[in-house]
Every structure is written in structure tokens, then in C-alpha cells.
């Protein structure tokens, strides 16, 4: 099976490190997508890629964030200068591009981030 | 903007119990309209979805359908099982600058007892 991957899939970190998390979308999506899910809450849009260009980022992402997808292919998403409020559940999903028809997105099982 | 609001829970049924769970929803133009689920120590995967008004989406023994009157969405099963425990999320897509996104609820926790 060829699903939306992502890893680390736990990492704990102390307030103020770096933290770097990757994606590897489905092979044939051009489309890439980070989302931010809290506990209880549902997840929310950080920003996607289109390719290897990042076309749209949420006022959620912060300027201690950022983003990449270098070749079009896997993305990565760091986190500088972590705090605790950082910590969450960080969702990457792939699809082709608008979503398909109808917008459907596949979902990676999460990386979570826990900031001591 | 965009909104989804779910009912809020936790929801516990027992077994072969009826599930309803509610979804209502604000948006512009024609979003298409989804049910992910999540199971314990899983990803968000897709249940059911329906593209277009009166639309009804199915899956697994789970049922919506999609009511542009009432801009609702409510995920219905007549009969749950233990496995059908997990938390299920509504969402819509619409447009945003140029590409879909997914606007999603606060979920629903159900707990199926045996």
C-alpha cells in the first residue's frame, strides 16, 4: 500500500528546540497539505503545496514555521523555537490537484508533538 | 467564512443501538460535504460523502444525506457495533484562493458498549 506517510510519528521536545516533521504524500498526487489537530478539537488548515510550490498558508502558521517541498514529492514541516502551545497532532494529506472532483484529501496517520 | 458545527459529545450506545449523529453547516457556493472518522491510533480516514444537494452518501452501514434547505448533513446507522467505536468528523469543501480545503467540526467521540 502506497498511503500518505509521515514521521516521526511521536516526538517529544523541550520548549525552545527545533523540530522537523516529513511527509511522504501518495506517489501520483500533486497536491500536499498540512493541517494542525488539538486535542478535542478537528483539524485545521496550515498550508498546501502544489507540487513543489507552497500556494497558500493559514495566519495560523506562524513565522516560526515553515514548510517545504523541495522536489514536488515528500514535504517536510519545521517548527523553530517550539513552545508548548505548539503541542498537537500535525496531519499531512495528499490529493490530486483541487482535490479531485469533490475535494476528497488522504489523510497520513499523524505526527504528534508533545513540547515539555 | 466556512463552518461546520457537530453535535457535541461523547456519545456512549450500546450495541445494535440507532446512531445520529448531527452536522449542520455554513458555507458559500456548493461545498461537497464528508464524514472522516478516526480510529484510536489511526489517521483520518474518509466514511461517506456526497457531492451535491439530496445527494445521499453510504458506507459501511453509515448513511448522510446531504439537505441544502437545511444545510445539514447528519450521519445516521441503524445498527452499531463495538467496532464503530472511534471519533467522527464532519467536513466541508469548498474553494479557498485556489484550491479546495477541507473546513472541519470539533468531532464526535462515540463509544459503542457490548
Known amino acids: 500500500d502506497t498511503g500518505v506517510s509521515q514521521n516521526p510519528r511521536h516526538k517529544i521536545t523541550k520548549r525552545g528546540q527545533n523540530v522537523t516533521f516529513r511527509c511522504d504524500p501518495i506517489s501520483e498526487h500533486n497536491r500536499l497539505y498540512w493541517y494542525r489537530q488539538t486535542l478535542g478539537q478537528g483539524p485545521e488548515f496550515l498550508t498546501y503545496?502544489?507540487?513543489?510550490?507552497?500556494?497558500?498558508k493559514s495566519r495560523l502558521l506562524s513565522d516560526r514555521f515553515s514548510a517545504e517541498r523541495p522536489k514536488g514529492s515528500f514535504s517536510t514541516l519545521e517548527i523553530q523555537r517550539t513552545e508548548q502551545g505548539d503541542s498537537a497532532m500535525y496531519l499531512c494529506?495528499?490529493?490530486?490537484?483541487?482535490?479531485?472532483?469533490?475535494?476528497?484529501?488522504?489523510f497520513g496517520e499523524g505526527s504528534r508533538l508533545t513540547v515539555l | 467564512g466556512d463552518s461546520v458545527t457537530q453535535m457535541e459529545g461523547p456519545v456512549t450506545l450500546s450495541e445494535e443501538a440507532f446512531l445520529t449523529i448531527n452536522c449542520t453547516y455554513t458555507a458559500t457556493g456548493y461545498p461537497s460535504l464528508f464524514w472522516y472518522v478516526q480510529y484510536p491510533g489511526e489517521g483520518l480516514q474518509l466514511l461517506l460523502k456526497?457531492?451535491?444537494?439530496?445527494d445521499k452518501g453510504s458506507n459501511k452501514g453509515f448513511e448522510a444525506t446531504y439537505r441544502k434547505e437545511t444545510t445539514s448533513f447528519h450521519l445516521e446507522k441503524g445498527s452499531v457495533q463495538v467496532s464503530d467505536s472511534a471519533v467522527y468528523f464532519c467536513a466541508l469543501s469548498s474553494f479557498s484562493g485556489s484550491a479546495r480545503q477541507l473546513t472541519f467540526g470539533s468531532g464526535t467521540q462515540l463509544t459503542v458498549l457490548p
Open positions: 494529506a495528499s490529493s490530486w490537484t483541487s482535490g479531485g472532483p469533490h475535494g476528497e484529501l488522504f
Open positions: 503545496f502544489q507540487n513543489e510550490a507552497q500556494l497558500e
Open positions: 456526497a457531492t451535491k444537494a439530496d
